[in-house]
């Protein structure tokens, strides 16, 4: 059996055994050579030498543009960003540049770069810490964008970012540093998976909502209603195959995540799923989302804010008809 | 003055400042007759883009701006190629990808050209900390106008360049002087406190050079200069080039104004025409360049008159080139957004 890991610890992993493979692979970011204010880049300046962990200035958007011109000129950087919200400081050059060199030059150049973010919401830290933005990554064409739930995938899926060719925005929920979970090594690389089984309602969600799902699909069950919980994984590219089949069975679905529910991944998500071959759906698809407001950094601000697993498991009684459905993208009630 | 180089080199650089300035004087040409969208050309600052670039080595990377044309042509990219891409050809450099405003050249050293002003500094930047860490001998250039430092990122990268030592050469060239055709409090180019502009890289104890960016001889000092300390491990170069505005620029400014280059104003101030006159006897830089290796000897009037015929019909058959080439396949429009 695979030794259970944290999950802090399995992006740790990911980091260290990229650059043991490849000594192109190097990690710039603020404070990294001392592991960063959770811990993930911890230790790896002693292994690999100064010369790869670069401690940079508080300049996003120029460590954004650098590792871009590097990831262009024979580098495979990995730019650790230290909370999400402030990626919003270097957009143009992930935007405009990182996710558009490929493209505007016929080709000719790769961005082999990734992006190590991390944010959701997870100890009040109030608006500027607690946001999650992966709905603008997911809008960029030439961005991929994924978001593990599991230290199994955090390990894995932060490998196979780091190889890619393209710019990968690699996402981590810090409410999730410290959850546990096997690492295997055999995860696969690519599109979303089946996380439980369930014939009454699927309910499609990534990141720590995953978790939030699960738990949701435990109360149900004790109801004798069955979720099938699918964990995307990947938001760009969007692998929608195993959510489609669920919903053809169950005809009815819940998607749900931490982020903002307006013009967030969920959109995409329903009207992709509302029109794949052979849906008929008993309901009108649910989104479960936060609420549309910046997050308050009191307790119950934050509380009152956050979307948990007892707004999925009203979202699923009110497609069954058992309390009335909320389709119009606001929080749920809790339980 | 001129560089101190052999003859044939000499005679290089007039050669590529020729091909810039045929080539933009082409463009706007063209531009009358067909849609080729807005621009802005380079005519006026061939003696700083060629004796600065032409020196740089295979290997060597530069990343630009939205005047570029005249930075690619500099170290030898096809013009046909370029006339094709900025006509949006599936034979351009970018195979109509990118246009005027995005024209790369692997081979030439320019991976990207940026249109988000301030956009190339962290690029630029971030190709030199790849060559120092991969223990490459390259140096990067970062190439710019003045309003480029009104950005954040200028001051965020040339801090991260000094702080470890990297190789690369942020040449401002800083043409906001004197804007020609340009009414007073018209389109100011340049919107900064600072003053000279040096002081912002000096701020950050960065070596700084200004230069006469219409003095051949001078730019080519400079920049080698600035290329021995990236070379030798002695970390980045800020150098300011000034010249003046040529109002180069479509839709805003689409007509040539000072007329098509005539040579021979070198060497005869008589056949200069009376509008403009200051700019042809003393601010253009090629014709200064002319001047100057006419007097040491290097070159003859017919010589000079000859190797503008070439490159004039090399220009010409670019032009014709891209004008016959065909538009990329529609379907070309969804690849290559992933590697």
Known sequence: MAARIRYIEAVRQGLQSSMRSDPSVIVLGEDVRYGGPFGATKGLADEFGKGRILDTPISEATVMGMATGAAATGLRPIVEIMFVDFATLAMDQLVNHAAKLGFMTGGLLRVPLTVRVQGGVSGRFGAHHSQSLEAWFLHTPGLKVVAP???????????VAIADDNPVVYMEHRGLYWTKGEVTGNEPASG???????????????????????????????????CEVIDLRWLAPLDLEPAVASLRRTGRAVVAHEAVTTGGVGAEVVARLQAARGIRTRAPIARVGAPFAPVGAAPELEDAFV??????VGAVRGLLGEAPPRTDGQKGGRT | MIPDLPADR???????????????????????EYAVGHFHVYIGQEATGVPALAQLEPGDVGFTTHRNHGHLLARGTDPAAMFAEILGKETGTNRGKGGTLHIASLENGFPTTSAATGGCTPLATGAAFAFSRLGRDRVSV???????????????????????????????????????????????????????????????????ITVD????????????????????????????????????????WPQLLTGPTDLSYAWDP????????????EQDGLLRYVRELLSAGVLTPDEALAMDEQVKDRIERGVRFALDSPYPPVASALESVYA
Not at chain 1, 192 to 218: C, E, F, Q
Not at chain 1, 307 to 312: E, H, N, T
Request: hydrophobic share 45%; proline share 5%.
């Open chain 2, 10 to 32: 000499l005679t290089d650089y007039l050669r590529r400042m020729l091909v810039i300035r045929r080539f933009e004087e082409g463009l706007i040409e063209l531009a009358g």
């Open chain 1, 149 to 159: 739930a599991f230290p199994g995938d955090a390990a894995r899926l932060l490998e």
């Open chain 1, 307 to 312: 979307p948990g697993s007892g707004d999925i």
């Open chain 2, 142 to 208: 970062c190439l710019f106008g003045d309003g480029a430092l009104e950005e954040g990122t200028f001051h965020e990268s040339i801090n991260i360049a000094a702080l470890e030592s990297l190789p690369v050469i942020y040449l401002c060239e800083n043409n906001s002087l004197e804007a020609l055709g340009q009414k007073a409090n018209e389109y100011p180019s340049s919107t900064m406190a600072a003053a000279p502009l040096t002081d912002l890289a000096a701020a950050f104890k960065v070596p700084t």
């Open chain 1, 192 to 226: 979303s998976v089946v996380r439980r089984r369930g014939d009454h309602v699927t309910i499609v969600s990534y990141s720590r909502m995953v978790h939030h799902a699960l738990a949701a699909a435990d109360t149900l069950a004790a109801d004798g209603i069955g």
């Open chain 2, 213 to 252: 960016g219409t003095d051949t001889g001078a730019v080519h000092d400079a920049m080698a200069t600035a290329v021995g300390r990236a070379r030798g491990g002695g970390g980045p170069t800020f150098i300011e080039a000034l010249t003046v505005r040529w109002p180069g620029s479509r839709p805003i």
């Open chain 2, 270 to 281: 008589s056949a200069i025409p009376a509008d403009y006159a200051v700019w042809h006897a």
